[in-house]
Structure formats: C-alpha cells, structure tokens
C-alpha cells in the first residue's frame, strides 16, 4: 500500500481547469441556443434556462474554487456521514411530500419553490468517498473476494437500490460502473470482479423486462421506426439533428430540431442540437476536452501522494467522463435512451454544481502530485 508522502503544493493541474471551464462556457452557450425556442414559447422570455444556468455556473464556481483549496484528506474523516447523508436524501426524496415527481420519476427535492436538489447527484459523491476512504483503509486485504468485492458491493448497493426504485435506471448504472473500476484500480482481483457480471446482467435484463416503459426504450434501439411517432421519436429526431449538422453545422443559434421537434434540447440532448448548429467538428471538439480531462485527471490520480487521493481522484474522473460517455452513446443511438445528462454542458442545477465541486476535489489532489 502507498505510503503517505509530504509534498510541496506546486499548484492545480492548469490542463483540467482549462478543460472544464471550456466545456462550461460551451454549456452556456449551448444551454442558451438550444432552449431559446421553448423559453419564449413557454415563459415569455428567450433567456430564462440560460439565465438559470448561469446561476448554477457561478454557483458551481465557487464550490470548484472552495474544494479546491480544502485539503482533500478531511472527506476521508467524514466519509461515512457524507454517505449516511447521501443515503437519507435518497430516502426523503421517495417520500410523497417531500419528493417532487417530473417526467414520471421522483428525483427532486425543491427548497423555497426556486431550488432543486437532486439526491442521486450528491450520492454519486458519497460513494466515490465512501469506497475510496474503505479501500484505501484495508490496503492487500482487496485481493480476498468478501473484503474486496463483497463488503464494497454491499456498500453500494443500498443507494443504488434507492435510486433505482426514483427510478432513474441510467446513473444507476453510471455509479455501478464506475464502482467496478473503483475496484479494479483499488486491488480488486479480476477473477472475483467478473463474477459480478452475470448476476448484473441479469438484474439488468430483469429491470428491463418488468417495465413497460423501460422495455419500449429498448425496442425503440433495436429499431426506432417500429414507432416513429412514440418511443423511437427522439432517437430519430436526435439522428437527424446530428445528421443535418455535417462537417461544420447549420451555424450557431439556426438549428431546426429545436423548435419542438425533438425533446429535451437544453437538457438531454443538448449535443444533439450542438451536432446540428456546428457539426462533427464541433462534436469533436467536446469529445477532446474530455479526453483532456480524462488524461489529465487519471494523470494525477496515479501520482497522488497517498492511496485515498489517488482512489478519489480516479473515481471523480471516472464518474464525470463515463457519464459524458452514456450521453453521447444516447443521443448517437449507440445505447438505449437512459436519461443521462451531459457533464458541464446540459441545463441543470444539482449536476452541473455537483459537477464543478468534482472538479475542485480533483484540482487539490493535483496540487499534490508527486513527479
């Protein structure tokens, strides 16, 4: 196990800082393209999500700025009350009074009618904290199956479960996901962690099939013009989007698939829109700030000075990437619809602030990092 190391601060790795407020100002801009239509539409006023969004941007800011410069050892002390917390918010949002129900799932708590958390945000966070602060805690006991695969599942599955019955079935995955590799990169051996494949797959499939809804979204990616006026209408309306943008888009701000043809521009599938307006270079080039936050992250996770920080470092990465990466297979209909968001550019309040205080936690381990 990695010694502690007494290291100088030689300052926050200047390639994720950059890569992130990139993909900000992109989110911004998008968020205002994209949902402008329907904000006129709707509210009477072309600006009212940008505006929203630009709240949150500020917000998140500050939080970046704020874990940034908080040493990153103190949520290893409070790693089980940050999860017992995380878990007692999935719990009060299940709960009909408290819980705000939009879009067929109850995922929101809403505070003084104007702010909205979203607990599975906040829990993705816990976890990552959690599972770091236990792994880092038992060191080669990671290769035995019941302390390096077992206890940590264990320790997961309760808020999955949580946020499964929302149910939001997409960051479910995204957590279980980045767990496993949590594990791997951990110790974990690989023989005890393909054992989770079958019985995930299985409660996958089982998911799946026991909801109507769920089993629709699959159908409609196995070939969405089965129903091309239902349950294959925005995969379809997102390909043409993405299609009629070509190499260098339709120009910022003249997409068509935004004026009510396909849902959730600002939110879901926002990089279709930004697919239309500037093209596959454009897609391009948010697929490279992530590969550069990707790079850069790992990069000081592996040189961490200790192995809680190297843990929690790769697992905020993982979380934030992976995430992009179900966005993006969604709205190219590479994976079935899952409800995913894309990380710093889709409109959202919890996301996005949850989002940018990763990006501080990050920034502080690599101030850290050891050459």
Not at 114 to 135: C, D, G, N, T
Not at 267 to 294: N, Q, R
Not at 323 to 335: K, P, Y
């Amino acid at each position: 196990m990695r010694r502690l190391v007494q290291t100088r601060d030689k300052g926050p790795d200047l390639l994720i800082f950059a890569s992130a407020l990139a993909l900000l100002t992109i989110g911004l801009v998008m968020v205002f393209s994209a949902s402008s239509p329907m904000a006129f539409h709707e509210f009477g006023d072309s600006t009212y999500f940008v505006k929203r969004q630009l709240f949150w941007a500020l917000l998140g800011t500050v939080a970046m700025i704020a874990t940034m410069n908080i040493d990153y050892h103190l949520y290893r002390r409070f790693a089980v009350a940050v999860y017992a917390v995380a878990v007692g918010l999935l719990g009060l949002v299940l709960i009909p009074a408290v819980g705000t129900v939009a879009g067929g799932a109850r995922r929101w708590i809403v505070l003084g009618g104007f702010v909205r958390i979203q607990p599975s945000e906040v829990a993705k966070v816990a976890i990552i904290i959690v599972l770091a602060a236990y792994m880092s805690s038992i060191g080669p006991r990671m290769q035995r199956f019941l302390t390096g695969v077992v206890i940590p599942i264990a320790l997961v599955a309760v808020p999955l479960a949580l946020i499964v019955a929302e149910p939001d079935l997409g960051t479910a995955v995204a957590i279980l996901a980045v767990c496993v590799i949590m594990l791997f990169l951990g110790g974990a051996r690989l023989t005890h962690l393909l054992l989770l494949v079958p019985p995930a797959v299985a409660g996958l499939v089982l998911l799946i099939v026991t909801e109507e809804y769920r089993f629709r979204r699959y159908m409609a990616f196995i070939d969405p013009w089965q129903d091309p006026l239902d349950t294959g209408w925005h995969v379809i309306q997102s390909l043409l989007a993405l299609g009629s943008g070509g190499l260098f888009g339709l120009g910022l701000g003249m997409s068509r698939q935004k004026y009510h043809y396909l849902p959730e521009t600002h939110t879901d599938f926002i990089y279709s829109i930004l697919g239309e307006e500037l093209g596959f270079v454009g897609c391009a080039a948010v697929i490279a700030l992530f590969f550069v936050f990707a790079w850069r992250g790992m990069r000081a996770a592996l040189r961490a000075p200790d192995r809680f920080g190297g843990l929690l470092c790769a697992g905020l990465t993982c979380m934030i990437v992976f995430q992009a990466l179900m966005n993006i297979g969604v709205v190219t209909s590479s994976i079935p619809i899952t409800g995913i968001s894309l990380p710093f550019i889709s409109a959202g309040g919890s996301s996005l602030t949850v989002a940018m205080a990763s990006v501080g936690v990050i920034l502080n381990v690599s101030r850290r990092a050891i050459e």
